[in-house]
Structures are given as structure tokens and as C-alpha cells.
């Protein structure tokens, strides 16, 4: 099993996302902005964050694991303890505002509901 550290595994999304267009990065890039649901899945927040923030290099991972990459270098890359996927989109919309990333998409991935019989009780935010 390969492991690295989450600051690891945020500067290689940054190396992604920076990268010059000639290069093996640059076309992962470029191939992740032009067919983001071929990375995720349609309506995935993975999905919807490439969609709806420019140039952004995102992709989840097994037990909440999270990282994304700005064009200028700005990444981030979290991992809940408890490999608990629910607060993945919170938390990850959180970042990227902290980033400076303003995008109506952080709105709809950063609200997500808890449930009591179907019926919303609740919300989880990021702190």
C-alpha cells in the first residue's frame, strides 16, 4: 500500500495544477477540466467542483480523503479520521474559501443535510 502525507499529496495536486500544457501533468490537467465527469461521475461534488470553479484540479479518495489545486498553487487535501464521507463536502468548501475561492458551486456541495426520517433535523458545518 502507497501512502504519502496530506502535505505530500497537496503539493502533487499543486504540480498538477500548475503545470506547463506540454508536460504529463499539464495533460492530466487538461483532460480532468475538459471531462470532469470522466474523473468522478455525473453530479458527484467532485464533478460539480471542476465544473463550477475555473481551472480547479480536484479528485476524492477512499475513506474521506479530499485534495484540490488552484492554477496559481493553492491546494489542500484533508482526510477525516473515521473515513466518514458526509463531511467531506463541507469541509472541502470550507478550504477553498479559506483559499480565497469564491464560487456559487461551495453553496451547493457545502450544505449538506442530516436526516431524521427522511425529514432535515439538521446540518453539518465546517467550524
Known amino acids: 500500500m502507497f501512502s504519502c502525507t496530506l502535505g505530500g499529496l497537496a503539493r502533487a495536486f499543486a504540480g498538477i495544477a500548475t503545470a506547463d500544457a506540454g508536460t504529463p501533468e499539464g495533460r492530466v490537467a487538461a483532460a480532468i477540466r475538459a471531462h470532469p465527469w470522466w474523473l468522478g461521475g455525473t453530479g458527484r461534488t467532485v464533478t460539480r467542483l471542476i465544473e463550477g470553479v475555473p481551472r480547479l484540479i480536484t479528485k476524492d479518495g477512499a475513506e474521506g480523503v479530499f485534495a484540490a489545486a ?58
Request: a negative charge; hydrophobic letters at 50%.
Open 70 to 127: 488552484l492554477p496559481d498553487g493553492r491546494a489542500v487535501a484533508l482526510k477525516v479520521l473515521d473515513g466518514a464521507s458526509r463531511p467531506v463536502p463541507v469541509v472541502v468548501a470550507a478550504a477553498l474559501r479559506a483559499l480565497g475561492v469564491d464560487a456559487p458551486v461551495l453553496d451547493e456541495v457545502g450544505r449538506v443535510d442530516v436526516l431524521g426520517h427522511g425529514e432535515p433535523v439538521g446540518s453539518v458545518v465546517a467550524t
